[in-house]
């Protein structure tokens, strides 16, 4: 072109090798940090109080339980120096020491619970062994396997030595249907109690159904309503909000109206001839995914929303105007813009089943019980709080890590959530 | 007037295309315009004259509410937008952000399915045009207005497109660049025999660049032609004030002799002046004088002897705002120098050529109200 107009950008490539010019820019980034730090100091000191310390204690009980120990110290010391197997006569007698003392302080339950959850039915011998012992009178491993045949048994003893350890990976263990053998070594647990690895996968399973099942339906509903007139998206979207505004539980109350046999889903489909026949919807899987698509829509949906709401409607006049047809100018164009919109809502659909536990516990069948359900029985029903805290760190591990593949897959700076 | 190019010539005719979006305003009320091959046409107006929806239906974008647009003599109704080969550089540059520079001027060739070493030279060679070559690896968001701007039009250019539209290309930039990139784009309209389109409400940039102006005006050209026409010569009082500086004055016609007509301000002053079209006696009228016509002189068609309120220096020339005897305010353009001073009353005159009568209407109330407000 011949021009001599100095063109800018030309110059703001020369690379800068000052020192001193990089010292101030890290100096000026340092006083920005604290100014950060300040703005989000007491949201961090709620979160630490309220958030990260429940949660890490909680946690904690998965590989921490004091119980045992606390209860039988002297057990625990005899144990010491006893070989494997069933011990010789002092540790009986420590142990009915313990055991006496323990029924003194009232927390003879509490040992026999602790016991029970590594080795199953052993509440009863211990609460039993409460009655037979009497102070004053030293126990031997005579007497003890005599009035209780349950005290010779190796097993037994292989629990009490893991339960009074203060710290185990019993419980983890037991998570994923691992366990301690006599041996020294870790194996599976036997056959029949192993069940924690298939809930494990059936949740995975059910939150990726769930997610693929809002995203199929959110995916257009969110292109119609970013593509509609302000006024009318707004009112539309209300209408998605608004399941929001009631709680959970109603909602699945509802859908088990809905899903019943002799409901209005089945009445419907039998007037509409679709089938002839009523489907069992209510406590199968299909019926809980159903009711959870509907709680997930919204978590869906909303980041896809915002995502093609703020894509400017040039960009794909633009990607016309150069030539490309609707399908390439979608697909090239449009998608790779509001990906991260449908990746967040996604993960976020996903992450959140992970923990679902009403609408399972009250739409699926037995079979459908996901994670969370097993964790809540622990903690209100069989009072294990080990076991609960166990499932949650396998939980949240699981989780963490699917979050962490997740955004190297795609970039966590790329994740638009609004 | 430029207006007798041949069929031929024509690459888009717009033929009585109106345009409503809501069934009862019109957007664009009734145009007829040609484009002719290889040149630079501008469509200039105030904000929500139809300049857009003119470019936007030209492109495909929307459809005519009424009548037809011929691209190279073939109605392009059913056309849709991608398959119309014409190279389109928007207002908000529209780069797409998770593309490369290079990647964004490859996209019209990649959807052309053109080979890829060849593309690669066409990319270098477009991004050379616009002096990007070191920047193909970066994203248009880490760069500056004006080279994003220089961006969209090399993927605007790639392709080779026979007409480019620019919808005010150069708006989000500061003036000075702005300046340089419209000499730039001209350049490149010349280099490569473009014809091009291009919007904007700026009308000193009309004036650069163009080839022909169309100014819109409530969705209707108003006047058509090239600038110096535009500028010497406009045919209605929204011309007049809009391209250029005016002072526009109300009165009324007293007589009309051949090219000259005498014309009775409000306060009763008398103008010689030129009538254009058709001005009758005893019609109201509007008189429009060039800040740059009137001179401090005592002899003249028209004289007239004014207050100077104030002189605004500007290097090259120097500005009087002056009061005249009713109430009106002429601003005036001397050279500058030892001319007059606020406060001092002045002796102002200027030639009944350079004093334009027109024929005043509703609309011309409305562009003397706007003016007076502004
Ligand atoms: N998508 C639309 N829906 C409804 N009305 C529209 C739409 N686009 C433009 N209009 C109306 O049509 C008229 C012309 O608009 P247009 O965008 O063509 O103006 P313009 O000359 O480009 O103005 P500007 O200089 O501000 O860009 C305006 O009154 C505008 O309000
Ligand atoms: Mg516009």
Redesign the interface.
């Known amino acids: ?1 011949g ?1 001599s ?1 100095a ?4 110059a ?2 020369a690379p800068v090798t000052d020192p001193t010019l990089a010292a101030a820019v890290h100096r000026a980034a340092r006083g920005q940090r604290l100014t950060a730090l300040l703005l989000v100091g007491p949201l961090l000191l709620l979160l630490l109080f309220s958030f990260c310390f429940p949660i890490a204690s909680l946690l904690g009980r998965a590989i921490y339980d004091p119980t045992m120990a606390d209860s039988l110290p002297r057990t625990a010391a005899a144990l010491q120096a006893a070989p494997d197997g069933v011990p010789p006569d002092p540790v009986f007698a420590a142990l009915a020491e313990d055991l006496l003392a323990a029924k003194q302080d009232n927390s003879l339950y509490a040992v026999a619970k602790t016991l029970n959850s590594l080795l199953p039915a052993a509440r009863s011998h211990v609460l039993r062994a409460g009655r037979f012992l009497q102070p004053g009178q030293p126990a031997t491993r005579e007497s003890m396997t005599g009035a209780d045949p349950f005290w010779g048994e190796p097993d037994t003893w292989f629990a009490i030595r893991h339960g009074v350890q203060r710290f185990t990976t019993t419980y983890l263990l037991a998570a994923i249907d691992l366990r301690w053998l006599p041996d020294g070594g870790i194996g599976q647990v036997p056959e029949g109690e192993a069940i924690y690895r298939a809930v494990f996968v059936r949740t995975f399973l059910v939150a990726a159904a769930v997610t693929i099942a809002t995203l199929i339906l959110g995916f257009p509903l969110a292109w119609m309503l970013a593509n509609l007139p302000n006024r009318l998206s707004g009112r539309l979207i209300m209408l998605v909000l608004l399941p929001f505004w009631t709680s959970i539980l109603v909602r699945t109350a509802a859908w088990t109206v809905l899903l019943q046999k002799y409901g209005l889903l089945n009445d419907l489909l039998l007037w509409l001839h679709v089938s002839s026949d009523r489907f069992d919807l209510m406590y199968t899987r299909t019926g809980m995914i159903i009711a959870m698509t509907h709680i997930q829509l919204p978590f869906t949906l909303l980041p896809i929303y915002s995502a093609m709401r703020t894509l ?1 409607p ?2 794909m ?10 399908f ?2 979608f697909r ?2 449009y998608l ?2 509001v990906m991260p919109g449908v990746a967040a809502g996604a993960l976020l659909t996903f992450i959140l089943c992970l923990g679902y536990f009403i609408t399972p516990a009250l739409v699926g069948g037995p079979a459908d019980q996901l994670i969370s359900n097993f964790i809540s029985n622990y903690i209100n029903v069989e009072l294990n709080w080990q076991m609960a805290a166990a499932l949650s760190f396998i939980l949240l591990a699981l989780t963490l890590a699917l979050y962490g593949l997740f955004t190297k897959l795609l970039g966590v700076d790329r994740l638009k959530l609004v | 007037m430029p207006v007798q190019a041949s069929e031929t010539d024509a690459l888009v005719r717009f033929v009585g295309v109106q345009k409503s979006y809501d069934g009862h305003t019109l957007a664009v009320r009734d145009l007829n315009l040609d484009v002719n091959r290889g040149e630079f046409l501008t469509l200039l107006g105030p904000s929500g004259s139809g300049k857009t929806t003119t470019l936007n239906m030209l492109a495909g974008f929307e459809r005519p509410t009424r009548g037809e647009i011929l691209l190279a003599g073939r109605p392009v109704d059913r056309l849709p937008p991608y398959q119309r080969d014409i190279g389109m550089v928007f207002q908000n540059y529209a780069l797409f952000p998770h593309m490369s520079v290079a990647e964004n001027v490859a996209f019209p060739l990649s959807v052309r399915r053109v080979a890829r070493a060849e593309a690669e030279q066409r990319v270098k060679r477009a991004l050379a045009t616009v002096r990007l070559e070191a920047f193909g690896d970066r994203r248009p968001g880490q760069l500056s207005g004006g080279q994003q701007q220089r961006v969209a039009l090399a993927r605007a250019l790639v392709f080779e497109p026979a007409l480019v539209l620019m919808d005010e290309p150069l708006g989000a930039l500061d003036k000075k660049l702005r300046e340089h990139m419209q000499i730039e784009i001209k350049l490149l309209h010349e280099q490569l025999g473009l014809t091009v389109v291009y919007v904007t409400h700026d009308q000193s940039e009309a004036l650069t660049m163009s080839d022909r102006v169309a100014v819109f005006h409530d969705g209707e050209v108003v006047q058509l032609g090239p600038p110096d026409t535009l500028y010497s010569r406009p045919r209605t009082p929204f011309v007049a004030g809009f391209i250029g500086e005016n002072n526009l004055l109300p009165g009324r016609c007293e007589t009309v002799e051949g090219a000259g007509a005498t014309i009775r301000l409000q306060d009763g002053t008398m103008l010689h002046a030129t009538p254009v079209g058709a001005v009758a006696p005893g019609a109201r009228v509007v008189v429009a004088i060039r800040p740059e016509a009137i001179r401090l002189a005592e002899t003249g068609d028209n004289v007239c002897r004014a207050l100077v309120r104030s002189v605004i220096y500007l290097g090259d020339h120097q500005r009087l705002i002056c009061d005249v005897a009713n109430g009106a305010t002429l601003t005036v353009k001397v050279p500058p120098g030892p001319g007059a001073t606020a406060g001092e009353t002045q002796a102002l005159a200027w030639s009944a050529v350079d004093c334009l009568a027109f024929a005043a209407d509703a609309s011309t109330d409305a562009t003397l109200n706007e003016e007076w407000n502004a």
């Open positions: 072109m021009r107009v063109l800018p950008g030309a703001s490539v400017q040039s960009q006049r633009a990607a016309y105007s150069l030539g490309a047809r609707p390439t100018a090239r164009v790779p813009q």
